[in-house]
């Protein structure tokens, strides 16, 4: 008898799935929000899931990490107050944190459980927690964007699960346009929003709305996330008052430690496939 262990994702309504060879499972809770499993596997490293769907793998991860803070923050003028919205296993902060202009990284994270179990499991990834310039509230990152005084942060990054539960909010008009309040003049936004392949609705939706609520230029970053749902993911883009060619090019030139993002890819990633040409 096998007993090969395999963690599957299946994605029901495209009739497909994700597998990824598992040696052991490290860990399961309940969360008061979710259910937060560890699997070590045994190609990608450690394995975060949530719900049963995969947040995180040691692998792969920079590609999404890199993407949904350095196009952002290259495209401000200059970058001193970033607030993360969910992002609770600290890769992105930590890749916010590698900007040394900015001078405070604000996480609000809904599920402090996410970010105990990362501390223990992907040390990696939180290995800028402790740095001064980081603050972490454990509260729904809606509520916090709407509470925000105006003009409070300079590029918000909402690194959130997909659009269902207490994520659904996140990706709707009125979310975009409390960043837009929340945000000073120059701002940046960046949300994840999901697979250029299965959710190209989603994709446009997101552009919509970003514009409906008041983002003068507005698109998206494409890049690979073995990891995700077909393998393809995006980012969408609002600026507030700076135009879509906004990019600090010599500074991301002079950029060093990422593996995926550089000052060409700043530029290929924005290049649409043509079905979601505008
Ligand atoms: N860095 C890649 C991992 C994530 S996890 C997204 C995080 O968003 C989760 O930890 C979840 O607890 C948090 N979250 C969800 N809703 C909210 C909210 N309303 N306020 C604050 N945090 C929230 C991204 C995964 C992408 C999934 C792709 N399939």
Same mark, same amino acid.
């Given at each position: =008898?096998?007993?090969?262990?395999?963690?599957?994702?299946?994605?029901?309504?495209?009739?497909?799935?994700?597998?990824?060879?598992?040696?052991?499972?490290?860990?399961?809770?309940?969360?008061?929000?979710?259910?937060?499993?560890?699997?070590? +596997?045994?190609?990608?490293?450690?394995? =975060?899931?949530?719900?049963?769907?995969?947040?995180?793998?040691?692998?792969?991860?920079?590609?999404?990490?890199? =993407?949904?803070?350095?196009?952002?923050?290259? +495209?401000?003028?200059?970058?001193?107050?970033?607030?993360?919205?969910?992002?609770?296993?600290?890769?992105?902060?930590?890749?916010?944190?590698?900007?040394?202009?900015?001078?405070?990284?604000?996480?609000?994270?809904?599920?402090?459980?996410?970010?105990?179990?990362?501390?223990?499991?992907?040390?990696?990834?939180?290995?800028?927690?402790?740095?001064?310039?980081?603050?972490?509230?454990?509260?729904?990152?809606? +509520?916090?964007?709407?509470?925000?005084?105006?003009?409070?942060?300079?590029?918000?990054?909402?690194?959130?699960?997909?659009?269902?539960?207490?994520?659904?909010?996140?990706?709707?008009?009125?979310?975009?346009?409390?960043?837009?309040?929340?945000?000073?003049?120059?701002?940046?936004?960046?949300?994840?929003?999901?697979?250029?392949?299965?959710?190209?609705?989603?994709?446009?939706?997101?552009?919509?709305? =970003?514009?409906?609520?008041?983002?003068?230029?507005?698109?998206?970053?494409?890049?690979?996330?073995?990891?995700?749902?077909?393998?393809?993911?995006?980012?969408?883009?609002?600026?507030?008052?700076?135009?879509?060619?906004?990019?600090?090019?010599?500074?991301?030139?002079?950029? +060093?430690?990422?593996?995926?993002?550089?000052?060409?890819?700043?530029?290929?990633?924005?290049?649409?496939?043509?079905?979601?040409?505008?």
């Amino acid at each position: =008898m096998s007993t090969e262990l395999w963690y599957t994702e299946r994605y029901e309504e495209h009739g497909a799935a994700l597998s990824l060879k598992i040696r052991e499972v490290l860990h399961r809770e309940q969360s008061p929000h979710q259910t937060i499993e560890i699997f070590e +596997t045994e190609r990608f490293g450690t394995l =975060m899931t949530l719900d049963g769907l995969v947040m995180v793998t040691d692998r792969d991860n920079f590609l999404y990490h890199e =993407m949904m803070s350095h196009p952002a923050l290259f +495209t401000h003028p200059a970058p001193k107050r970033v607030l993360i919205i969910g992002g609770g296993d600290c890769g992105t902060l930590r890749e916010v944190l590698r900007h040394r202009e900015v001078e405070e990284v604000v996480q609000v994270e809904l599920d402090e459980r996410v970010t105990r179990v990362a501390e223990r499991f992907f040390p990696a990834l939180c290995e800028k927690n402790g740095d001064a310039r980081a603050r972490f509230h454990f509260a729904d990152g809606i +509520t916090w964007v709407k509470e925000a005084e105006a003009g409070r942060y300079d590029v918000i990054i909402v690194d959130s699960t997909d659009p269902v539960g207490p994520a659904a909010g996140l990706f709707a008009m009125d979310f975009y346009a409390a960043c837009h309040h929340a945000l000073a003049d120059r701002g940046v936004l960046v949300a994840q929003s999901e697979s250029p392949l299965l959710h190209a609705e989603l994709i446009r939706q997101c552009q919509q709305r =970003m514009t409906e609520a008041g983002f003068d230029a507005v698109n998206s970053v494409y890049f690979p996330q073995f990891c995700y749902p077909s393998g393809w993911w995006s980012g969408t883009l609002g600026r507030k008052g700076l135009a879509m060619e906004a990019f600090r090019a010599a500074d991301a030139q002079a950029f +060093t430690g990422t593996q995926y993002y550089h000052a060409g890819m700043h530029h290929a990633a924005q290049v649409a496939p043509a079905f979601l040409l505008p």
